[in-house]
């Protein structure tokens, strides 16, 4: 099939977002697999690491706030241009860290870069994806977010050991400039572009010119659906923020058969990839998203609701197998050791139930991202999308934020009591539980997203005709 101009650009758009937010992602990915030698070169205790990487998450959902509310008074394109700088340049930095207070900084700063790509991305992708489609193709936009934290994972275990822990930084660094200069070429949509209620007023030359004011911040966050969301999104990220310890964990049950540290590190970061395959699952999710929304009113909220749950009991009993029987070589070459794991993972019975599991669990979860994306578009209206985001996002921010500031006290205390693995194990099974108040808020706006849906409709159509 041909595309024609329209389709080319909203391709190009897309592909750029999806880069650039996966390259924003992968930042957040190289910290775990890298932890063990990023503390031992600066001389700090692993766990204080994870304190760093708290402060990054909080520092991202605090600034995602303010460059959401620019975007809605502004220009949104010069808006990406600077966060992305800001953010690739201190990446870049992290790479000369001589110490903690250097890292620390510096990821303070990437932190705040990387705010903006999320919350004005978001803000420039609902004016271009149609209304019928919001599920489907935002499933794409947010497993870039998953498996950019893959691809942070996958380059850190491969280049540190070819070069060492800085290395990875400097790439992503790299990488995030070149796809800045892909950006500049992006034209920025108008306000409202994909409302379908606008379409025959912006055919006849009519204009979106609505914008936030900041008396209006008290009326999105009171809003019941904005109150669920946000809810949800905390309770959600306390558990999922602290995933970006599973590398940590499978190193740990490597070594504990034997294997150098180099090995455990690459082996831990394949096995962290290929137990997220399940998160292809996404597009899936956000079209039958599109589809029981269109059928039921509730129907995206109680889909969500309900693979959410299901994620829990999966990801505890993946936790809880061991590793046994491994047969791979010590201190090979990455290739070598890739095809060794993904041979092992069909032959081994206790990979492949963890792998099994995994898919299960990834694939159950990935049902979040574009739904939730889809439900915080459908509630707002278009001028307060951004910053409705931005401040949901940065509740998210703070879940992620205190999940891995309470795994590294929660694991200390069962290291006193648990060996490695275990300490590990039991510490990543306790924060499963908050997936429960996640799946109950979905609940909650079940019962109130038709309702603000409908509204936003109305009062779009009613400024069409002024």
């Known amino acids: 099939m041909k595309l024609n101009k329209e389709s080319i650009k909203i391709v190009y758009t897309l592909s750029v977002f999806v880069a650039m937010a996966s390259l924003d992602h992968a930042v957040i990915g190289l910290f775990p697999p890298l932890f063990s030698s990023i503390a031992a070169e600066l001389g700090v205790n692993i766990s204080s690491l994870a304190f760093v990487s708290g402060v990054g998450y909080l520092v991202t959902a605090v600034s995602s706030v303010v460059w959401g509310y620019l975007a809605d ?26 110490n903690f207070h250097d890292l620390l900084i510096f990821q303070i700063f990437a932190g705040i870069g990387l705010g903006c790509i999320g919350s004005i991305g978001y803000s420039v992708l609902t004016d271009y994806i149609p209304q019928r489609l919001r599920g489907t193709l935002m499933s794409l936009w947010g497993m870039s977010q998953g498996f950019g934290g893959i691809a942070g994972a996958i380059i850190a275990s491969i280049v540190s050991t070819k070069y060492s822990w800085r290395a990875p930084f400097q790439l992503v660094a790299l990488l995030s400039t070149f796809f800045l200069v892909l950006y500049v070429f992006i034209k920025e949509p108008k306000k409202g572009a994909t409302e379908p209620d606008l379409a025959d007023a912006f055919k006849s030359g009519y204009n979106y010119n609505y914008k936030i004011e900041f008396k209006h911040i008290i009326r999105i966050i009171a809003k019941k659906s904005n109150i669920w969301l946000m809810a949800q999104g905390f309770f959600l990220n306390l558990t999922t923020g602290t995933l970006i310890w599973l590398p940590t964990m499978y190193a740990a049950k490597i070594k504990l058969l034997g294997y150098s540290n180099n090995t455990a590190i690459i082996i831990s970061g394949y096995l962290f990839a290929i137990f997220q395959i399940g998160g292809l ?14 059928k039921y009113s509730n129907g995206r909220a109680m889909l969500s609701a309900i693979s959410v749950l299901l994620a829990m009991p999966l990801y505890i009993l993946m936790f809880a197998i061991p590793l046994k029987y491994m047969n791979v070589s010590d201190n090979g070459n990455s290739i070598t050791l890739l095809f060794q794991i993904i041979h092992q993972l069909l032959l081994n019975p206790w990979l492949f139930a963890m792998f099994i599991l995994s898919i299960g669990a990834t694939a159950a979860q990935s049902a979040n991202i574009p739904n939730w994306l889809a439900l915080i578009t459908d509630v707002n209206l278009p001028e307060h999308r951004a910053t409705a985001f931005s401040i949901a996002n940065m509740i998210a921010g703070i879940g992620r934020a205190v999940g891995n500031v309470l795994i590294g006290i929660v694991l200390a205390k069962f290291t006193l009591f648990f060996d490695i693995p275990n300490n590990y194990v039991l510490t990543l099974v306790v924060f499963q539980l908050f997936f429960i108040p996640a799946s109950y808020f979905y609940y909650k706006v079940s019962k109130t997203s038709e309702r603000d849906s409908i509204y936003v409709r109305k009062m779009v159509k009613r400024r069409s005709r002024h």
């Open 73 to 98: 008074k502004g220009s949104r394109k010069i808006l990406i241009i600077i966060g992305t700088l800001i953010s690739a340049v201190s990446v870049f930095m992290t790479s000369y860290s001589r």
């Open 281 to 294: 699952f996404s597009m899936y999710f956000g079209y039958l998203g599109d589809k029981l929304q269109r």
